[in-house]
């Protein structure tokens, strides 16, 4: 058996025999051993491990029989999200039907990549111990690790991903247009609460539009922000549009977020567009639409600007609801964006 064989699967279950199937379209000889046993109870459906065979084949599923793996349901995950919020948002009437074709121009590669992948490995695993090159599969199975959680799942640009010419993008640090936006640490401007980055997207699925205003302690740093603010907040700002028209209505509207890499102890919140503290009730204010990259007293921290190549000038991103960047640009990109988001978003 030892000659005949390249693998052997012993008592897998449903998921030796999906694994058994692939390695056989990849040329990888492979012999799967299953018990067998007596019929489960009546109405359960325990031992079904053990007894894949007899199961699937009472059921008539034996020649298209497949389980998914946890990298594949973790892949089923993110596809369904990406179809689920772009349905959500032309349903309500706040995006153009045009956008439920970029599911498949996103998604399908993401598929193409998780087949590859199996490909790669269970040739590798094929192979006599002594051909085996353990450091490439590590290699292979980090690479996809940070595509099963999304990090390294870059979208090209379509009409949900603009991809602009700046100058700070020359770092390989930078995150591009299409990225999904890792979860990191920031602190709260006015309490100092240290927060993470998906904790301040996590809004009903809204789109979030972070502004990195850069070191604002410097005049002519807030000045710009100043300045974006303005832009933001004028009458023909689209997104203006947008938020007044959703009436804060999940995937119909624009969350605003500042956050710097000054001190909060010596920018007074005051000193700060109004548009970034807006009212909360009667008599409320939302202090949760400025945060700041510093590290905290116990050093958590401070890692945003310098891990994502955030030039101390600032940027601003458009997040999806699915965090991925839609939109990265200069303080002074905010026509540009505007026209990005007139393609496909309808507010009126």
Known sequence: MHDRYDVVIIGAGPAGLTAAAW????????LLVDKNSS??????ADGIECRTFEVLE??????????????????????AFNIGWKISSVVLGSATPAILETYQQERLPVGQA??????????????????????????????????????????????????????????DRALRAGSRLPDMMVLNHSDGRP????????????????????????????????KIAESLSRSSSLVGKINRASRGCGFSSIELTLIHCASRDIVELDDL???????????????TKIFVDTASHTGVGGMVYRDLAIPKTGCIMLIRPDQHVAFRGGLESVSEMDH???KFWLCN
């Open 195 to 226: 927060w993470r980055m998906h904790e301040i997207l996590n809004k009903a699925g809204r789109w979030n539009l972070l502004i990195f205003g850069g070191n604002v302690s410097k005049k002519c740093q807030m000045g710009r922000v100043h």
């Open 340 to 342: 990005f988001l007139a």
């Open 114 to 171: 998780l087949l590859d992948f199996d490909k790669r490995i269970y040739r590798m695993v094929s192979l006599k111990p002594d051909d085996q090159d353990f450091e490439a599969m590590k290699q292979t199975i980090q690479e996809e690790n940070s595509s099963a959680s999304g990090l390294g799942v870059i979208y090209r640009p379509n009409l949900l991903v603009h991809e602009t010419q700046i100058h700070d993008l020359d770092s």
């Open 58 to 79: 009472t059921f008539g599923l034996m020649d298209a029989a497949w389980k998914e793996s946890n990298k594949t349901v973790e892949i089923a995950y993110w596809d």
């Open 273 to 287: 567009p109004r548009i970034f503290t807006p009212s909360q009730g009667p008599m409320g204010i939302d202090y």
């Open 23 to 30: 390695m056989s379209i990849s040329g990888i000889k492979a």
């Open 39 to 44: 019929p489960p109870k009546s109405g359960h």
